[in-house]
């Protein structure tokens, strides 16, 4: 009876471990939606002839990121095979030191309209393929807005710089092609946190500053002086008004007389007692 339990726990741990987990299935299909293949059809034109045009079918892989925030720089993977029998060639006077250039264009999202990516530098001969890198590009691109965008396959130029391109490769109709879906998180820095529920904002608390003002010991020493000569001004005002001037008249206003004053409040008190000498002198004579 043992043996038969043990058998079965053992194939039970077998099947468990042979079968993928329930969340397998999705996740694998969630990263295929992410990355998909397609065929772009371009019109490539020469820089130095104009009339020099070639089809060139491109079949190209774009890779979404997961983590795209605004502000910060993210990375699209570009991935291109030519398909077979419509390659670009170099130009009847071959390409000297020249990198691939590989676009993608954005809508949805303001001021994020494309990213870039560039090969390493290569020579091509007269008439030969330009060869695409076998290890991709990385596309780069900053948004600085989040929100959703939708992306699509875009130019490939050929050139010594970005600016200066030899040969142009335009999407025949970007409107027929597969859209890509790319979403762009808000900055954590500047994302607001929202209320619980429920919760009312109150206001904004407001910060008040106070100046404490402290004179220093020249100020002091001014504001001293200023007020000792306003006393000195407002005694010398009050002794102006108490005290006569030396050599002055007396004005029996209650102030000091001068020496001229005293003289004359001398001589006429002699005068008076001299003539009231003279009366009683006078009145002893005529008693006799």
């Avoid at 019109?43 to 983590?67: F, G, H, R, S, Y």
């Avoid at 030969?128 to 590009?137: D, M, N």
């Avoid at 948004?143 to 130029?157: D, E, I, L, Q």
């Amino acid at each position: 009876m043992r043996i038969p339990a043990v058998v079965s726990v053992v194939f039970a741990g077998c099947l468990a471990l042979a079968s993928p987990p329930a969340h397998a299935a999705p996740l694998s299909m969630e990263r295929s939606l992410r990355v998909v293949a397609e065929v772009v059809e371009y019109e490539c034109t020469t820089d130095d002839n104009a009339a020099e045009k070639q089809d060139v079918k491109i079949n190209i892989e774009l890779t979404m990121p997961d983590d795209a925030i605004a502000g910060e720089q993210m990375s699209i993977g570009w991935r291109g095979t030519y398909a077979t029998g419509s390659e670009l060639r170099a130009p009847t006077d071959g390409l000297g030191t020249v990198k691939v250039y590989a676009y993608a264009a954005f809508t949805g999202i303001e001021n994020l309209t494309s990213a870039t990516g560039v090969s390493e530098p290569v020579s091509v001969a007269a008439g030969q393929i330009i060869p695409l890198p076998q290890t991709g590009l990385t596309l780069k691109t900053t948004s600085p807005n989040a929100g959703t965008a939708t992306v699509r396959p875009a130019a490939v130029n050929i050139g010594p710089s970005p600016t200066a391109p030899m040969i142009q490769c335009e999407v025949r109709d970007a409107t027929t092609l597969t859209t890509y879906t790319l979403t762009v998180a808000q900055d954590a820095q500047t994302s607001p946190t929202p209320s619980p529920d429920g919760a009312v904002a109150g206001p904004k608390p407001t910060r008040t500053v106070t100046a404490t003002v402290t004179a220093s010991e020249s100020d002091a020493e001014s504001d001293a002086g200023s007020d000792e000569d306003g006393l000195e001004r407002d005694a010398g005002a009050a002794q102006e008004v108490d005290t006569t001037p030396v050599g002055g008249a007396a004005t029996g206003g209650g102030g000091e007389a001068g020496p001229d004053g005293r003289m004359y409040v001398l001589t006429g008190l002699a005068i008076t007692l001299a003539a009231c000498a003279g009366l009683l002198l006078r009145r002893r004579l005529r008693s006799r």
